[in-house]
């Protein structure tokens, strides 16, 4: 069995395999949620690597990826929770799982639930004592397994705007 290994998100390189997932794993979940011309015009393989790079050095986030062997399997960002929607000011001083994705490929062989601990113990590291995500309403595999990691919709959400349509984030909140 090839070696799990986990890798600091830092050069261009890895943040052109994050895009890639992060594209893949919307294709695979947000079509009938997000508009199709948003996917289709939006959601190349490559749309995060200029954000993932600027939030970086600018220190809003860390990048954490889950390699098997040379294979990566999974990517999340987290550090300081952002101020989103009208109840974001009750999240100052929280940690934030920013972006969380499995490469569609490699999902249900359990790498979201080890780079999800992973993720969580350095946002304790970081002394952080409580955490959210934001997860799209209809998104039920995302909230399952969120939910399977100890974290619980705390009834607020997110407007998410791609006009003509809004979509809905919810708050999933946890103790760390």
């Not at 052109?16 to 190349?44: E, F, L, N």
Request: a negative charge.
């Amino acid at each position: 069995m090839a070696e799990l290994r986990l890798v600091e998100a830092t050069t261009p390189e890895h943040f052109r395999t994050m895009s890639a997932i992060h594209a893949r794993g919307w294709r695979k979940t947000y079509p009938g949620y997000v508009p199709d011309d948003y996917m289709r015009d939006v959601i190349t393989d490559d749309h995060w690597v200029s954000i993932f790079a600027a939030n970086r050095a600018a220190g809003h986030w860390q990048g954490l990826m889950l390699y098997r062997g040379d294979t990566p399997v999974a990517c999340c960002t987290y550090g300081a929770g952002r101020n989103q929607g009208p109840e974001g000011p009750r999240y100052a001083g929280w940690g934030e799982l920013w972006t969380f994705y499995t490469d569609p490929a490699h999902t249900g062989q359990g790498y979201g639930g080890l780079l999800m601990e992973a993720a969580l113990d350095r946002l304790r590291a970081a002394g952080y004592t409580q955490c959210f995500v934001l997860v799209l309403r209809e998104n039920e595999g995302a909230r399952r397994f969120y939910a399977r990691h100890g974290f619980h919709w705390d009834g607020t959400q997110v407007e998410i705007p791609f006009p003509p349509q809004v979509c809905i984030d919810l708050r999933y909140t946890q103790a760390l």
